[in-house]
């Protein structure tokens, strides 16, 4: 297994570029299944993740080729609807094939998606959705198996207990662009992977109204036509490489980040001392340590994002005082806290809330990635700190990160991938 050994007090430097959006990406591509036409979507970034559904969409018949930074999805029809549990369990986001199989297959078969590692992460609003498009839903032998004989437009509630969701939101008005009539999905995600998806589903011939805000109103349409499209550069791996540099006290430039999609993170960043700057070409960090405490709360955007809360709390680890964290989309996502902690960080958990009593420094320790972005947090942990870390299990990491180590070793960094 792959681990990443960091040598850390090495302060980050110089310019780097955003990769494009994987959680933009993986959607986007579960919904090229909507046309029979070829689609060329430009910068998909090269990752874990995003191979696992080139091999999904294979699988369903629809060879999907990279080349360079595009992906091309070949003209053709579905030959299956079943996506397996080997791929669906190594990757959550398999469950976007599921409306666009079930609207244009007229059936879908995805194994259900298991418990992870930060947290329980329930599919009941993808079903609900689909259901009130007119779909039937069987949960069997370990499967969501979802039929229908032509699914029609309906006026849908979509928010759970902990806010909109992301991909209950893409699932939906997938099967809804082309349902017959029209279908209002109120309390829609407002994320910008999400207005990216429904960016791509217009340039496919798909009628949508309300795009980026929480009431989409979609037309169905018969059919959806081949494109090309580019998807945005993705706000967490941005978001992730200023707090790096952040914590090593550098000053970064990330081109092509969008700080439109990063406000209240970049925000947070500047109330925690840092300077920042963002033009149209990207956004600049200039770190000024030791960083200030901080107050998050995790909430859907334009709320502080959940995949930020681990990079953003391996920052506080060394404030200059006690920051309150509070996550409020998946309250147990804290595995990173235990392995902060044995870094030398002061942090205690009181169920969802965790309470960072900032300490002078971390201590390089061998640790362990549980998921992709306490992964994440764990490297720039072992950046900020004194001696030598070893990160285990960095195949998290690898699902959402293109080339971390490239990057951060370009901008400074000692980090070297080595195989254990
Ligand atoms: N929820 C329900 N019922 C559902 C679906 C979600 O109650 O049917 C709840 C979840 O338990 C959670 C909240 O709704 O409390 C929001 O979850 P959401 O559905 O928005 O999450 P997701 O769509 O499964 C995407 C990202 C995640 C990111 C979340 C929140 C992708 C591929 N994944 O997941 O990204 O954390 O939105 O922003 O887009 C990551 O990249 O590391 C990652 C986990």
Redesign the pocket.
């Known amino acids: 297994m792959d681990a990443f050994s960091i040598e850390g007090q090495k302060i980050l430097r110089g310019e780097t570029e955003a990769a494009g959006s ?2 933009a990406s ?1 959607p986007i591509l579960a919904a090229c299944l909507l046309t029979e036409e070829e689609c060329v979507i430009e910068n998909v970034p090269d990752l874990r993740d995003v191979r696992t559904m080139q091999r999904l969409l294979g699988i369903l018949g629809r060879a999907a080729e990279r080349d360079g930074r595009n992906i091309i999805v070949r003209a053709g029809s579905a030959t299956s609807v079943e996506a397996p549990y080997d791929l669906v369990s190594t990757m ?2 398999s469950i976007s094939v599921l409306g666009p199989l079930l609207a244009k297959e007229g059936e879908a078969k995805v194994s259900f998606p298991g418990g992870c590692a ?1 947290g ?7 079903l609900k959705g689909l259901e009130a498009l007119g779909a039937e839903i069987e949960i069997t032998h370990g499967y969501v198996h979802a039929r229908s004989r032509g699914l029609a437009g309906a006026n849908i509630y979509l928010a ?4 909109s ?4 939101t893409d699932n939906v008005m997938m099967a809804a662009a082309l349902a017959e009539g029209v279908t209002v999905i109120q309390a829609a ?1 407002l ?1 910008p ?1 999400v207005v990216d998806a429904c960016n791509f589903l217009v340039a496919m011939g798909a009628r949508i109204e309300g795009v980026g805000t929480s009431t989409l109103t979609i037309t169905g349409v018969s059919r959806l036509h081949g494109c090309r499209y580019r998807i945005i550069p993705d706000r ?1 791996e941005s978001g992730t490489l200023l707090a790096a540099a952040a914590c090593t006290g550098g000053e970064i430039f990330v081109r092509g980040a969008r700080a439109d999609h990063l406000g209240i993170v970049l925000e947070s960043f500047q109330k925690a001392g840092m300077q920042v700057q963002s033009d149209a070409e990207g956004i600049r960090l200039a770190s000024r340590l030791p960083a200030k405490p901080l107050d998050i709360e995790t909430l859907p955007y334009p709320g502080f ?3 930020m809360q681990a990079p953003m709390m391996a920052l506080l680890a060394c404030a200059d005082g006690t920051s309150i964290v509070t996550e409020h ?2 309250p147990e996502r804290y595995i990173h806290v235990a392995e902060f902690n044995r870094m030398g960080a002061d942090i205690k958990l009181d169920e969802h809330i965790a309470r960072v009593r900032g300490v002078k420094k971390l201590e390089g320790a061998p640790v362990m990635a549980s998921d ?2 306490a992964g994440a947090a764990l490297v720039i942990a072992a950046l900020a700190a004194e001696g030598t870390s070893l990160v285990r299990r960095i195949y998290h990491i690898d699902r ?1 990160y293109a080339r971390l180590e490239e990057k951060l070793e370009s901008l400074g960094a000692r980090i070297m991938r080595v195989t254990e």
């Not at 329980?120 to 993808?126: G, Q, T």
């Not at 759970?160 to 806010?163: D, R």
């Open positions: 994987k959680n993986l959550r986001a930060i329980d992460r329930p599919i009941d609003l993808h759970g207990p902990n806010g969701s992301v991909l209950a995600a994320e992977e967490i994002p959940t995949d989309i998946y992709l972005r959402g």
